[in-house]
């Protein structure tokens, strides 16, 4: 099974400033990786999809690097409603596994 | 607009069982796969099972291989998630989720808002 891997746990950010949340897998994922926001009794949300293709809707501000093992998801100047967890899935596998990482929280410094 | 609905959660005693439904709306239903992913009370998410467009690749997390089965009604935009011999371990939110391709092997573009399931005695 690929292990997701997240850092740092919490990030404190204060509002217009940037962002860097990394992702690790175990083993090879290619730019098979999504990266997905949750706000406090929603569901999740998809950003990023091929570790750096917005999904549709998604400002500018959010952008997705990385291949193979390591990735970063970067907000670029942090709006109040981005405050939020952000967990990361890989879906390298076949048959069909998905695995998420712990999440990122990103909270108001 | 997509909407994604899920129903059949509750309260239920370890070992029993439960069967999930979701309503799927606003997309050809049957021109996708679909996902159900868990959260557990304050925790992350899991990915607990994936169904293609027909029915015919399948698949499971090893946590619930054996106890769960996922299916399908293309007829009724409908997908299901039959849990047996529940454990205090399967409670959670569970989510539908709709799968941006025909096999699940693409990240999941809709969610519903999730039904809760609570094992406990």
């Known amino acids: 099974e690929i292990v997701m891997t997240q850092s740092p746990a919490t990030l404190s950010v204060s509002p217009g400033e940037r962002a860097t949340l990394s992702c690790r897998a175990s083993q090879s994922v290619s730019s098979n990786l999504a990266w997905y926001q949750q706000k406090p009794g929603q569901a999740p949300r998809l950003l990023i999809y091929g570790a750096s293709t917005r999904a549709t809707g998604i400002p500018a501000r959010f952008s997705g690097s990385g291949s193979g093992t390591e990735f970063t998801l970067t907000i670029s100047s942090l709006q109040s409603e981005d405050f939020a967890v952000y967990y990361c899935q890989q879906y390298n596998n076949w048959p069909p596994r998905f695995t998420f990482g712990p999440g990122t929280k990103v909270d108001i410094k | 607009e997509v909407q994604l609905v899920e129903s059949g959660g509750g309260l239920v005693q370890p070992g029993r069982s439960l069967r999930l439904s979701c309503a799927a709306s606003g997309f050809t239903f049957d021109d996708y796969a679909m996902h159900w992913v868990r959260q557990a009370p304050g925790k992350g998410l899991e990915w607990v099972s994936g169904?293609?467009?027909?029915?015919?690749?399948?698949g499971y997390a090893d946590s619930v291989k054996g106890r769960f089965t996922i299916s399908r009604d293309n007829a009724k935009n409908s997908l299901y998630l039959q849990m047996n011999s529940l454990r205090a371990e399967d409670t959670a939110l569970y989510y539908c989720?709709?799968?941006?391709?025909?096999?699940?092997?693409?990240?999941?573009?809709?969610w519903g808002q999730g039904t809760l399931v609570t094992v406990s005695s």
């Open positions: 989720a709709k799968d941006m391709g025909l096999e699940p092997s693409h990240p999941f573009d809709y």
């Open positions: 169904i293609s467009w027909n029915s015919g690749s399948i």
